[in-house]
């Protein structure tokens, strides 16, 4: 216990170390987790360290899948459920149907269930890799709404091609359309609890005197029971995760209060930290483990077909996307006056954005280790194809997505439109403020300096904004704003030297330290989002 204690222990602290290491050479941090995973998987002497797929699954992948919905806009996702789907539902078929065939054709005695068994697997890109990869990138809004939409739907829909491979191999039978009606049931009944139990949460945050740590623990429990509610009753407790978190998510604004959601942030910020980087070091860590149980096969003969098929997926991918993008604006018409037409080079993009991760591993493992009575053929061989379908994709292109960008000049987007709404915005919000102040305290505004001192600074606000607007004001913003926000900074900076000084003098109170330490934080942090 204590031996292994020490191992995750040591872990935890390699990632921090490289992850300030990724931020230094301009990585992402999961491809140079798993690299150093693979490396120190190498080191004469290391520890076999295994990846439980149950562990994976029920500690790891309903908070990780919970937190990239919470981040994920319903409505961004809901405007763009067709590409979406097309992606999450339609390739994962697609991508599952290719492997199988070329699998089939190039490893012997590899039967076409074998075949869709793997594809299963290797079928989903990761929603942690893609986030992490784009994130800090230059892309396209749209583009990046479409893939994290895409990889928080095609875990579930990838795992169900697992279960019904899995079957056909077990039972060896196989029924089209009760397959069909299988997975219709699993993923619709996967959504139904998952709402069902969100919708309970959200009585309970909006109705009960709940407080903000009672808010924050609820949060951590949440994933977890529409997950295990869910697979309780053999359904997708991945959907039931994603739909709870998307319909908790909407809602957001109604229940928690500001004290709530910093606290809450926080707490997933660390949390999601520690879970995607443990992650994916274990991953790289497996590959021993992995290479003692080929048997029959050379390692040699092993990458072969590993590389194989991940050129495989890249292409399928590419193959798939490209008609995706365009062959449904030429057959309806509504689509091409709804949707903005997608240029190539974002197209491409999403195409080469397919990088695996966690849930393929985790799905590989959990194959059984027996089939009636003898060793499960091929488990193996088709955990080592995983491994380097993962390691290709991840590595290969993720590296290559940033010279990509760069070399195709995709653009973020509208810079100049969404700086003209963050204005109008801006004027909204004072104007609100102005029209509450005349109506609820119009003598006050009137008569007290205090109170006419804040509707002024109001006013001044609105005048500013919108000589932005008719770009009056470009010149002084670019020179005085940044270093006004800078003065703001340096200020905080004399207050928390201040209080430094104060506590060692022990002239007041720690509490009341404390106390205006965490105001300065907040405003350090507000000042830290002003772009």
């Known amino acids: 216990m204590h031996e292994q204690l020490l191992v995750v222990i040591s872990l ?4 921090a170390m490289l992850t300030m290491l990724s931020e230094k050479l301009k990585m992402s941090y ?8 693979l490396v120190i998987s190498l080191i004469p002497g290391m520890p076999s360290i295994s990846l439980e797929p149950d562990l994976v699954f029920l500690i790891f992948l309903p908070p990780i899948l919970y937190a990239a919905a919470w981040n994920t806009s319903w409505k961004d996702f809901w405007k763009l459920r067709r590409p979406i789907s097309l992606l999450a539902f339609g390739l994962v078929i697609f991508t599952s149907a290719a492997v199988a065939v070329v699998s089939h054709a190039i490893i012997p005695d590899f039967s076409l269930a074998f075949g869709f068994l793997l594809g299963g697997i290797i079928s989903p890109p990761d929603a942690v890799a893609a986030t992490s990869v784009l994130q800090g990138l230059k892309v396209p809004k749209r583009v990046v709404t479409i893939l994290e939409g895409e990889s928080l739907v095609n875990d579930a829909s990838s795992l169900i091609v697992f279960r019904f491979a899995l079957a056909a191999i077990i039972t060896g039978q196989f029924g089209m359309w009760d397959a069909t009606r299988q997975f219709a049931l699993v993923a619709g009944m996967g959504i139904v609890i998952g709402v069902a139990i969100a ?13 903000a740590s009672i808010d924050a623990g609820l949060t951590l429990i949440t994933p977890y029971a529409m997950y295990v509610g869910a697979e309780h009753f053999h359904y997708s407790g991945v959907l039931a995760v994603v739909s709870g978190g ?26 999601i930290f520690l879970l995607n980087g443990f992650v994916f070091i274990l991953i790289g860590l497996q590959l021993p483990g992995i290479v003692k149980g080929l048997g029959n096969y050379s390692v040699w003969e092993a990458i072969g077909y590993g590389v194989i098929i991940s050129i495989v997926t890249i292409l399928v991918r590419i193959i798939w996307v490209f008609p995706g993008a365009y062959i449904p604006r030429w057959l309806f018409r509504s689509i091409r006056t709804t949707e903005p037409k997608p240029g190539w080079k974002q197209v491409f993009l999403i195409a080469w954005s397919g990088m695996r991760g966690v849930v393929s591993l985790a799905s590989a493992l959990a194959i059984p280790l027996t089939l009636a009575g003898q060793a499960f053929p091929h488990r193996n061989l088709i955990l080592f194809i995983t491994f380097v379908v993962i390691l290709i994709t991840l590595v290969l292109q993720g590296l290559s997505l940033k010279p990509l960008i760069r070399i195709l000049n995709i653009e973020e987007g509208n810079k100049e439109d969404e700086q003209l709404k963050t204005l109008s915005l801006r004027i909204r919000l004072a104007e609100s403020v102005l029209s509450y102040l005349d109506t609820n305290y119009p003598e006050e505004t009137q008569n007290n300096d205090t109170y006419k001192r804040v509707r002024d600074r109001y006013e001044r606000m609105i005048e500013i904004t919108k000589r932005k607007l008719e770009g009056d004001e470009e010149q002084e913003s670019a020179s005085f704003l940044p270093q006004y926000r800078q003065m703001l900074l340096e200020l905080i900076h004399i207050r928390r030297r201040e209080l430094t000084y104060l506590r060692h003098k022990a002239e007041y109170s ?8 965490w105001e300065l934080d907040l405003e350090e942090a507000r000042l830290q989002q002003i772009s």
Request: net charge negative; hydrophobic share 45%.
């Open 246 to 271: 998307l319909f908790l998510t909407y809602r957001s604004h109604e229940i928690f209060n500001s004290e709530s959601r910093i606290q809450i942030a926080g707490l997933w910020d660390t949390l």
């Open 12 to 15: 935890l602290f390699g990632i």
């Open 30 to 37: 999961p491809i140079l987790l798993v690299i150093s995973g």
């Open 510 to 517: 720690e509490e009341l330290i404390r106390e205006r330490e």
């Open 199 to 211: 919708y309970i949460v959200y009585i309970i945050h909006r109705f009960f005197p709940t407080t």
